[in-house]
């Protein structure tokens, strides 16, 4: 049984995880089994490009700041689902071996009108370099359980 569930959040909330490093070895590897653009798989022509060296594909930078909040918070959480992100933004690029410090925020919560067992958690989740710009970010609700009664 989960938890952890919607009363269980506020609004305000935050944590702050261990940063993650990629290698060029990471890097180049998941972008050719998942986005095999050159400027993320090809050192040589990387380098002819806009950022002179691969860059880290926006889905990797993606799953590495949301796995660790998903882990520590959502595993234990009685979450049923999400209708989708508002924000879903990539801001600078990652290189191997930039340090990204995965962050989450509580934004707002509300039960539901028209299904009151659950409530939507306002959430933002995003990534920051060290020099503490932000690299990806994403908002959105998630439905949460409210806990039972009894």
């Known amino acids: 049984m989960p938890s952890r ?5 506020t609004v305000g909330e935050e944590w702050s995880f261990p940063p993650w490093v990629l290698d060029e070895a990471s890097v180049t590897g998941f972008a050719k089994q998942y986005d095999a653009q ?3 798989t090809d050192p040589v022509a990387a380098a002819e490009g806009p950022y002179g060296v691969v860059i880290a594909s926006g889905w990797q930078t993606a799953l590495n700041c949301v ?3 998903l882990e520590a918070v959502m595993k234990d959480t009685a979450g049923l689902a999400s209708p989708g992100f508002d924000v879903f933004r990539w801001s600078k690029p ?11 925020k509580v934004l707002e919560k509300r039960v539901s009108k028209s299904k009151p067992d659950r409530g939507l958690v306002r ?3 995003w990534g920051v370099d060290s020099d503490g710009d932000t690299v990806w970010e994403v908002e959105g609700p998630f439905f949460i359980l409210l806990r039972p009664v009894g």
């Open 67 to 69: 796995a660790p909040f």
């Open 38 to 40: 050159p400027m993320h």
């Open 5 to 9: 569930f919607f009363e269980d959040f």
């Open 123 to 125: 959430l933002r989740m």
């Open 94 to 104: 990652v290189r191997a071996g930039d340090p990204i410090m995965p962050q989450a």
